[in-house]
C-alpha cells in the first residue's frame, strides 16, 4: 500500500481532509501559497517515507466555461518552465471513475504558476501560454518533485475564482505563510481599499461554493484517494 502525500496552499484546504479518521489520513503538508515552499514540503514528504504525491486544493480558473465549485482531475500540469508533466494514468482514470458524475467535473490540465494571477488579461494570457484550464501555485512544484524522485503524481483542484473574476492584488498578502488566513491583514486591506470590497464578497462566495466541493470530492475519492 502506498503512503500518500499531500501539499496544499491553504489551512482551510487541509481541513477539508479532517473528515476522515486521523489513522486513515493522509500526511499533508501546507505551503502557503508559496511554490518554493510546496517544492521543500514535497521534498520533505518523500524523505518522511510517503511514496506518492497529490497537489490537493482550490484553483483559479482559465476556462471560461468552468464555475466555482468545478472539480478537476488533472491529465498533466504544465509548468512555469514550459514543460507539461504528465499525472500517473492508472491513478488519475481510477480517481476520476470515481467523480466523474460530480456537476462540472472534468480531466483537464492544471497550469503552474510562481506569482499570483490577479486580471482577466493574466489568466488569458496564461490560458493561451498552458492551454490549462486552472491554475495554481503549488502542482507544478508538486509535480517536479515527483517527476525528479519518479513517484506517482496527481493533482486534484477545484474551482474557486473563475476567469472572469477580478482578484486584487492584496489579498495574497492576506495569506500567512502557514497558509492561514491573516485576519488583520484582511481588516486593514478592505480598509485601504473599500473600493475592492465587492470583489472580495463575490470571491468569499466562490470560495465557499470551492471549499465544498473539495471536501464533496474528498468523501467521494476516500482517505487514499483510490491510489491503490
Known amino acids: ?35 518554493v515552499r510546496a517544492r521543500n514540503i514535497a521534498q520533505n514528504l518523500l524523505a518522511a517515507g510517503c511514496d506518492a504525491l497529490l497537489s490537493f486544493g482550490i484553483a483559479g480558473g482559465l476556462d471560461p466555461a468552468l464555475r466555482p465549485g468545478d472539480t478537476i482531475v488533472a491529465d498533466a500540469v504544465a509548468t512555469a518552465t514550459g514543460q507539461r508533466i504528465a499525472t500517473m494514468e492508472t491513478w488519475r482514470l481510477a480517481l476520476w471513475a470515481t467523480l ?16 499570483p494571477l490577479h486580471t482577466v ?16 501555485m503549488e ?12 513517484v506517482p503524481f496527481l493533482a486534484l483542484r477545484v474551482v474557486a475564482d473563475t476567469s472572469a473574476d477580478v ?7 492576506c495569506v500567512g505563510e502557514q497558509g492561514d488566513i491573516r485576519p488583520l491583514a484582511l481588516t486593514a486591506g478592505i480598509l485601504t481599499h473599500p473600493g475592492d470590497l465587492s ?30
Do not use: N, Y
Open 1 to 35: 500500500m502506498s503512503r500518500l502525500g499531500i501539499v496544499t496552499g491553504l489551512r482551510r484546504e487541509v481541513r477539508c481532509l479532517a473528515e476522515f479518521a486521523q489513522s486513515e489520513r493522509p500526511t499533508a503538508g501546507c505551503a502557503g501559497a508559496d511554490p
Open 100 to 115: 466523474d458524475e460530480l456537476p462540472g467535473a472534468r480531466l483537464a490540465t492544471v497550469a503552474g504558476s510562481d506569482i
Open 121 to 136: 488579461a493574466e489568466k488569458q494570457s496564461m490560458r493561451h501560454i498552458s492551454d490549462a484550464s486552472v491554475v495554481d
Open 139 to 150: 502542482s507544478h512544484a508538486v509535480a517536479e518533485v515527483a517527476k525528479d524522485a519518479e
Open 167 to 173: 482578484v486584487p492584488k492584496w489579498v495574497a498578502d
Open 199 to 228: 470583489a472580495l464578497v463575490r470571491l468569499t462566495r466562490s470560495s465557499s461554493a470551492a471549499f465544498a466541493g473539495l471536501r464533496r470530492a474528498s468523501l467521494m475519492a476516500g482517505p487514499r484517494f483510490r491510489l491503490d
